[in-house]
């Protein structure tokens, strides 16, 4: 099992983080083009306990994967995780949280994962799925800098 945090202080107020988080259709903003990420499901402007997210991303040496997340453990106004239900990792549960501090509002996304095809996964992990996640969450952290500028 793997962990992944990265924190990105943006200056906001927690309402507007909020709401900017809870509208799942900014996703599509956060995430690196080269993923070709599309939501396939019909979205509500905010999430809610138990929802389903439906998506395609591209995941490099496996092609357009599927996705499907449930949204869950919703604090309104501070959390929320999304977990994987059906996609390319063994394990996906990711938290999703915001903490008011000096400057701003302090984003913070908490992963823990797993990959599959034992140690075939471990290899693919060491070699490029780490690098690739590192990459995302720092094209996120440019994203959320501009978005709340």
């Not at 599509?28 to 929802?51: Q, W, Y």
């Not at 990792?89 to 509002?105: A, M, Q, S, T």
């Amino acid at each position: 099992m793997y962990k992944l945090l990265r924190e990105t202080v943006v200056e906001t107020t927690m309402e507007k983080a909020w709401d900017f988080i809870r509208n799942p259709a900014n996703l599509n903003l956060i995430t690196p083009d080269d993923m070709r990420f599309e939501i396939r499901s019909a979205l509500p402007e905010t999430m809610h306990e138990g929802m389903l997210v439906e998506y395609r991303v591209k995941i490099p040496g496996m092609g357009m994967q599927p996705w499907l997340s449930e949204l869950k453990h919703i604090v309104e106004g501070r959390s929320f995780v999304d977990e994987q239900k059906i996609g390319p990792y063994k394990l996906w549960y990711h938290l999703h949280r915001l903490e008011p501090c000096d400057g701003g509002v302090n984003f913070i996304d908490q992963i823990t994962y797993e990959v599959p095809f034992g140690l075939a996964g471990k290899i693919a992990h060491a070699l490029f799925i780490r690098k690739t996640l590192e990459r995302i969450f720092d094209y996120r952290e440019k994203q959320f800098l501009s978005v709340f500028q």
